[in-house]
């Protein structure tokens, strides 16, 4: 009797964190994965979005597909949204995709779906430092941050005009750079011009801080539910992620709301979301942070710990053409925490933890995951960092408590032997 062939998925600009999940999910469930592209969100100079999809057409159309997905923030989630309308498989549309990533059209966006969970929010221009003409002067202090951002690049409190102009004129040469793959792809598939080379101005929010995750099926949204972001004091770095949500159960009813009437209004669909939010327990208010219309891949495998379904696996579904079944509390923890390894100041790096050590620590908890950064001889500042600290690793674990979870993270840190050195 023939063989009946496996399904083919394409992953565009594929991530370590694809690479790893899928593996997993390959040894549970009868696919084939092509990987396409490189994880490119950190070498964008002379990157050609239109070069890159020509390419992809033509060696992709040499496959059977039967889906095509992306987890790469950007630009990968919407070259993957581009080449799935192409092949005709299950994925958002490009020109939704590319709204939610021009931050400013975002908040156009949400102002009419969602006005109460909006700041109030301008415009800067990236050379002057000023307020572009039209646009509503806030008051100082306000948050700055680009159009299109990563990696909390360049976002910062504005105390004053001076510090205003001193953001402007040291991230607009790269902004220019950065938001260039966005800005073609906007003026070929989004209905907007607005370049996105620009600083959006927006309120100060405090609070406590949370991402909501979800899915968008046949126009119907599912929340799979809220993250805590744990902060170091005084920092807009993040210290942990934890899952499920301490928020009252109500307050995260409300969130789940806002998100479900934000991503139906703006017609996502088939994909993955997950929006940062900003809890103000004051006054009651929730504000809308960000929109990420891709899942959260850091996050996948705590709803796999807590709830029983990784949501790589629900991507996978979606991608298929199957409809997600989705339930909580059916995983072997209650609590699940990614756990940031970070430093304030910059430092060489003279050991990492062996693969030894990792095993160790793998078989003594055999569903955490550990993600190293760096090498011997590296310094800190040469890897991805958020301007404001300097990150080495992330673990992932789950337990019957957050006490529980602290425990079993300390007992990582003390095996995982990294060695610092001064610059």
């Known amino acids: 009797m023939a063989t009946k062939p496996k399904k083919k998925i394409a992953v565009i600009c594929p991530t370590h964190r694809d690479i790893r999940e899928l593996a997993i999910l390959q040894a549970l469930r009868d696919f084939a994965v092509i990987w396409y592209g490189d994880d490119v969100s950190e070498r964008l100079e002379g990157f050609s979005v239109f070069d890159f999809l020509s390419v992809a057409r033509s060696r992709l159309s040499h496959e059977d597909l039967s889906g095509i997905?992306?987890?790469?923030?950007?630009?990968?989630?919407?070259?993957?949204?581009?080449?799935?309308?192409?092949?005709?498989v299950s994925a958002p549309r490009p020109e939704v995709l590319i709204a939610c990533q021009h931050k400013l059209e975002c908040r156009h966006l949400g102002r009419r779906l969602v006005p109460e969970a909006i700041p109030a929010f301008s415009l800067v221009d990236p050379i002057s430092g000023d307020f572009v003409a039209g646009e509503a002067a806030l008051s100082f202090p306000f948050f700055v941050k680009p159009v299109?951002?990563?990696f909390s690049i360049f976002a910062s409190v504005v105390s004053n005009h001076d510090d205003m102009?001193?953001?402007?004129?040291?991230?607009?040469?790269?902004?220019?750079?950065?938001?260039?793959?966005?800005?073609?792809?906007?003026?070929?598939?989004?209905?907007?011009?607005?370049?996105?080379?620009?600083?959006?101005?927006?309120e100060l929010m405090r609070g406590v801080q949370v991402t909501v995750e979800g899915y968008v099926w046949n126009g119907k949204a599912t929340i799979m539910g809220v993250v805590d972001s744990v902060m170091f004091p005084g920092?807009?770095?993040?210290?942990?992620?934890?899952?499920?949500s301490g928020l009252p159960g109500?307050?995260?009813?409300?969130?789940?709301?806002?998100?479900?009437?934000?991503?139906?209004?703006?017609g996502f669909d088939n994909g993955l979301f997950n929006i940062e939010m900003m809890y103000?327990?004051?006054?009651?208010?929730?504000?809308?942070?960000?929109?990420?219309?891709?899942?959260?891949?850091?996050?996948?495998?705590?709803?796999?710990?807590?709830d029983g379904v990784n949501s790589y696996e629900v991507l996978l579904n979606i991608a298929l053409g199957q409809e997600p079944m989705y339930a909580r509390g059916k995983g072997?923890?209650?609590?699940?925490?990614?756990?940031?390894?970070?430093?304030?100041?910059?430092?060489?790096?003279?050991?990492?933890?062996?693969?030894?050590?990792?095993?160790?620590?793998?078989?003594?908890?055999?569903?955490?995951?550990?993600e190293l950064f760096g090498k011997p001889g590296e310094t800190l500042s040469a890897l991805l960092q958020d301007g404001n600290s300097f990150r080495y690793g992330i673990i992932n674990l789950g337990g019957e408590s957050l006490e529980d979870v602290a425990r079993r993270i300390q007992e990582c840190e003390k095996h995982l032997t990294f060695e610092f050195g001064p610059l």
């Open 148 to 150: 299109k951002s990563f």
């Open 280 to 306: 103000d327990e004051r006054d009651g208010s929730i504000r809308i942070i960000e929109v990420n219309p891709r899942m959260s891949s850091q996050f996948a495998d705590l709803f796999e710990k807590v």
């Open 165 to 202: 102009v001193r953001i402007a004129k040291h991230a607009g040469p790269t902004l220019k750079e950065f938001a260039a793959p966005l800005n073609q792809l906007a003026e070929r598939y989004a209905p907007f011009a607005m370049h996105a080379e620009y600083l959006l101005a927006e």
């Open 250 to 266: 109500c307050v995260q009813a409300k969130m789940s709301d806002i998100a479900a009437r934000f991503m139906e209004g703006i």
């Open 235 to 244: 920092t807009i770095s993040f210290r942990q992620f934890v899952y499920p």
């Open 332 to 370: 072997k923890h209650t609590v699940a925490v990614s756990h940031v390894l970070r430093t304030f100041s910059d430092k060489k790096i003279l050991r990492v933890p062996d693969k030894e050590h990792e095993d160790a620590l793998l078989k003594r908890f055999p569903d955490m995951r550990i």
């Open 69 to 88: 997905i992306s987890t790469d923030d950007y630009p990968g989630s919407i070259l993957g949204s581009v080449l799935a309308r192409e092949f005709n």
